[in-house]
């Protein structure tokens, strides 16, 4: 009867640090998850950093849209003109928002009240 209840006390022990055991593994698990996302987040603010320190320049659009402009003398109205026309102008009201063939050129892309992109 003695190792019986000597049995019976071992098991319990054994269970319970079986439980144990099993929920520092889901905490580990849950803290590793943690662990990468914040180095993901590390890693993307050091590029930001570097791209900041290294010196590297970047063309912004509007500077390019405005060498297209001034250098090149495109004349962006005109550019618009060709993009917004009329029979896309009345799809959009008709239709809303959606993407809208132009003399089967190119296609518009409206969004908004907004040409996103031209395809």
């Given at each position: ?102 003399e089967n050129k190119f296609t518009v892309v409206l969004k908004d009240n907004t040409v996103i992109t031209i395809k």
């Amino acid at each position: 009867m003695k190792d019986q209840t000597k049995l019976k006390g071992l098991q319990s022990q054994a269970s319970k640090l079986e439980a144990e055991i099993d929920n520092i593994k889901l905490e580990l698990f849950a803290r590793q998850k943690e662990l990468n996302l914040k180095n993901q987040t590390l890693q993307s603010i050091k590029k930001e950093i570097e791209r900041f320190t290294s010196g590297e320049i970047v063309v912004s659009e509007h500077a390019i849209l405005r060498y297209f402009e001034r250098v090149l003398n495109f004349n962006i109205e005109e550019i618009k003109s060709k993009i917004l026309t009329p029979e896309v102008q009345s799809l959009y009201d008709s239709l809303g928002g959606g993407e809208f063939p132009v003399e089967n050129k190119f296609t518009v892309v409206l969004k908004d009240n907004t040409v996103i992109t031209i395809k």
